[in-house]
């Protein structure tokens, strides 16, 4: 089946310690984004890229890094200048177009520092 | 600048009562909106889109939304209340600053009771 896969879906990290969350999809997207979802405050993008190669910052950057290396892979390293990591993580992948516009989300990533 | 509002962080309805969730969004050009679901853990689920083609739009489940120009406005409903429809829903809008990105709303939950 097509789909986007995230792993691990639940994570620990110790303050101090990078981690690296993995997003594969198999639907032949384009475009490739990572969102942040925290309690009462929707999604907010972190990274996104239009292109293999290429990638741009979103709202939320900062104490993040990506790669697009492959068109099917968009892994996200949550580093440890990222002063508030706790959140659950949300990769989605789409055909990069205005018209249609529609997401496709994984599963998604918790990640818990302790 | 787009952005979304969702009036409402919490919605309570009785099972078989019209559902409501409202959802205002601020553009300077017509937008294409959105509504996601998402249960709990999960990633989110398009429930319908709109885009130009007709203002009032029909998603899964039995859900409906229509676009107002007028009053800048893009609500959720649904006729009749399930149990299985309780989860969060966002509203979202698509902008294009240097690439094609989706802008959540905080967020809607929907309890429904028996």
């Known amino acids: 089946d097509g789909g986007i896969t995230q792993s691990p879906k639940y994570l620990f990290r110790k303050e101090g310690q990078n981690v690296t969350l993995s997003c594969e999809q198999n639907?032949?997207?384009?475009?490739m984004y990572w969102y942040r979802q925290d309690p009462g405050q929707g999604l907010r993008l972190i990274y996104y890229?239009?292109?293999?190669?290429?990638?741009q910052k979103g709202d939320i950057a900062e104490g993040y890094s990506v790669s697009r290396e492959k068109k099917e892979s968009f892994p996200l390293t949550v580093t440890s200048a990222q002063k508030n990591p706790t959140a659950f993580y949300l990769c989605?992948?789409?055909?990069?177009?205005?018209?249609?516009?529609?997401?496709?989300f994984g599963e998604g990533s918790r990640l818990t520092v302790l | 600048a787009q952005s979304v509002t969702q009036l409402g962080s919490h919605v309570s309805v009785s099972e078989g009562a019209l559902v409501l969730l409202r959802c205002n969004y601020s553009s300077s050009v017509p937008p294409y909106l959105f509504w996601y679901v998402q249960y709990p853990n999960q990633g989110l689920q398009l429930l319908l889109k709109?885009?130009?083609?007709?203002?009032l739009v029909k998603g899964i489940n039995g859900f409906e939304a229509e676009f107002k120009k007028s009053e800048t406005s893009f609500h959720l409903t649904k006729p009749s209340a399930h149990m299985s429809d309780a989860a969060e829903y966002f509203c979202?809008?698509?902008?294009?600053?240097?690439?094609?990105?989706?802008?959540f709303g905080a967020g809607t939950r929907l309890f429904v009771k028996a």
């Open positions: 979202a809008v698509t902008r294009n600053t240097g690439g094609f990105k989706t802008i």
């Open positions: 709109y885009t130009s083609a007709a203002t």
């Open positions: 639907l032949n997207h384009d475009a």
């Open positions: 989605a992948s789409g055909t990069g177009g205005l018209y249609t516009g529609e997401l496709f």
């Open positions: 890229s239009q292109i293999v190669n290429d990638f």
